[in-house]
């Protein structure tokens, strides 16, 4: 199903122990039509951004990369499928995987708040 992501902000709420973003990050997404973007930070997150495409069935083919405290930038690809919650908020489970480096891959669960 496709739901609409503009203005919508998000926290992450599980990932896997190769992930980056933590509780304390905080994505502000952005929509017009298919096209989809955000930024992020908090946690180990200095500063990131992603951009997507919406396909058909709501899900989210992923491009992010940002920078974290250790001053190294990472850059990876994410498949996110959006889904509602009992209590109508956004979830988007993610599957996701570092492009560069040892290229491990992760799940991740943002929900919006």
Not at 27 to 43: K, N, T
Not at 65 to 75: A, D, E, F, G
Request: with cysteine.
């Amino acid at each position: 199903m496709k739901y609409h992501l503009d203005g919508k902000r998000f926290r992450s709420v599980m990932t896997t122990s190769s992930g980056q973003v933590d509780e304390h990050t905080v994505f502000q997404y952005h929509q017009d039509g298919a096209r989809v973007w955000a930024e992020y930070s908090g946690g180990a997150i200095v500063r990131g951004h992603l951009v997507a495409i919406q396909s058909p069935d709501g899900t989210l083919d992923m491009r992010y990369h940002h920078i974290n405290t250790n001053n190294i930038i990472m850059i990876g690809k994410c498949h996110s499928v959006p889904s509602l919650t009992v209590d109508n908020k956004i979830m988007l489970r993610e599957e996701w995987e570092w492009i560069g480096g040892a290229c491990s891959k992760g799940q991740s669960v943002i929900l919006e708040i």
